[in-house]
């Protein structure tokens, strides 16, 4: 798990929770797997709305209820109990898709339905 360019990583998934935020010239879907992997995977596809290259953080929630399974080397880590962030840069235009997995049944996705938060955007000249 970790960072992918690949956006059709959840392709074959349906997934149980499908969340789009958009914040400061980024848009943030995050989409939570179930079916697809041997855990459950949240999944995040981080679009980079602007001109120049920009520097990107966001924090997720994962509930002290719902443990991490894997969070991969792609940018991630552990804020405190319930939080994760993960940083990375966009080119101009640039979509990634970044994964973590969970250490969950399907059932407890719902708790995993909460949108992600762009913490920081910081285009380049």
Known sequence: MG???????TAAADPAVSITVVVAGVRVEKAVVTDAFPVPVVALSV??????????????EVPASV?????GNGGWETVDDERIAWSGRLAAGEELVTTYG???DAADADAL?????????????
Not at 47 to 60: F, G, N, Q, W, Y
């Open 102 to 104: 969970v250490d969950a």
């Open 3 to 9: 960072a992918t360019n690949h956006s059709d990583l």
């Open 47 to 60: 679009d980079s709305l602007h001109d120049d290259p920009a520097t990107v953080r966001i924090v997720d």
């Open 67 to 71: 443990p991490l399974a894997d969070l």
């Open 113 to 125: 339905e909460t949108p992600p938060t762009v913490e920081a955007v910081e285009p380049e000249p």
